[in-house]
């Protein structure tokens, strides 16, 4: 089997880069020899994976955090043929927010004994169609979550403070959510979920889950499932700041379930609007980046990425 692994030595603040010798030894004991590439800025592990998969990887495993992470899926999955995948894909966490392979549960050096023994298995896939800070129009796939409101403007107050590295993963992402709590004010967003009848809602954040977990280690989906066909919907009703600071620890517990200003739903595709853009521009989250703003369109890709792990 050929296997190409593409790390983000940035990752984690520098984290990744420090445990790399060890992670590339026990890589080189499970699979043999093994070609690799650092990389060395934004949009780097999308070419690398990319590259990869076109010289004949069968295996290509991405070191890094959520982004680096979902960045090498982007590289690996053709957006207009998602089905025609060719190459599997495995994932080591070593960034800020871990939290895609916090659904798979294990540590690194299990998830490499994992890797290396298990078949992949088909998992979904979202991509999300927005508009970039310029205006422009773009697209992305997504591996675990996506959305929009508080939990892009976290995404933007983290990437503040990227870098910085005196804070771990999970509080970082603590800290820029209370920041982000303090300058947020709820919107009112127009929505239609799988061509039904469209409605309106003022919105403090929406949730687009193919996976359980983001903002370093919030529960946001209990129920959400990477193979199941389909998004689990989050929606958290505009809610008053001291409330939320109040009751956030709920979602670290995976509990809120069953709070008044929660709104679950499930769909395959959703669509969302401002509905009144003089209020100002709502940003959107994947996969724990903010690269951009409504209106947006989320669409499941069922069965789009073989996983190993």
């Not at 934004?42 to 959520?66: C, E, F, K, R």
Request: aromatic share 6%; glycine share 12%.
């Amino acid at each position: 089997m050929r296997v190409f692994v593409v790390v983000n030595p940035r990752a984690g603040h520098g984290h990744a880069g420090r445990i790399w010798p060890r992670l590339q030894a026990r890589l080189t004991q499970a699979f043999g020899p093994f070609d690799h590439a650092l990389t060395s800025g934004p949009g780097d592990a999308t070419t690398l994976a990319g590259q990869a998969a076109a010289q004949g990887s069968d295996l290509v495993i991405a070191i890094g955090g959520d982004g680096t992470i979902s960045e090498a899926v982007n590289g690996l999955v053709n957006q207009a043929a998602p089905s025609s995948r060719t190459c599997a894909f495995a994932a080591l966490s070593a960034g800020t927010g871990s939290d895609f392979v916090r659904s798979l549960g294990q540590s690194a050096d299990a998830v490499i004994e994992r890797i290396a023994s298990s078949e992949a298995r088909p998992i979904d896939l979202g991509r999300v169609c927005f508009e970039r800070d310029d205006g422009t129009k773009s697209s992305r796939l997504f591996v675990n979550v996506a959305g929009f409101g508080l939990s892009g403007e976290v995404d933007r107050a983290v990437r503040l403070t990227d870098g910085k590295g005196f804070l771990p993963g999970k509080a970082a992402y603590y800290l820029a959510t209370l920041w982000a709590l303090v300058k947020h004010h709820p919107s009112r967003v127009r929505l239609v979920i799988d061509d039904e009848v469209p409605f309106e809602i003022d919105q403090s954040m929406l949730a687009v889950a193919n996976g359980r977990y983001f903002g370093g280690g919030m529960e946001i989906a209990p129920e959400a499932k990477l193979d199941s066909g389909h998004f689990e919907i989050i929606i958290l009703r505009a809610t008053p700041k001291m409330r939320l600071i109040r009751d956030m620890p709920l979602v670290y517990r995976g509990t809120h379930m069953d709070h008044p200003m929660i709104v679950a739903r499930r769909g395959r595709k959703i669509s969302a609007e401002a509905a009144d853009p003089a209020a100002g521009r709502i940003p959107v989250d994947i996969d724990g980046e903010s690269p951009g703003f409504l209106g947006a369109e989320f669409e499941i890709l069922p069965g789009a990425l073989m996983l190993r792990g």
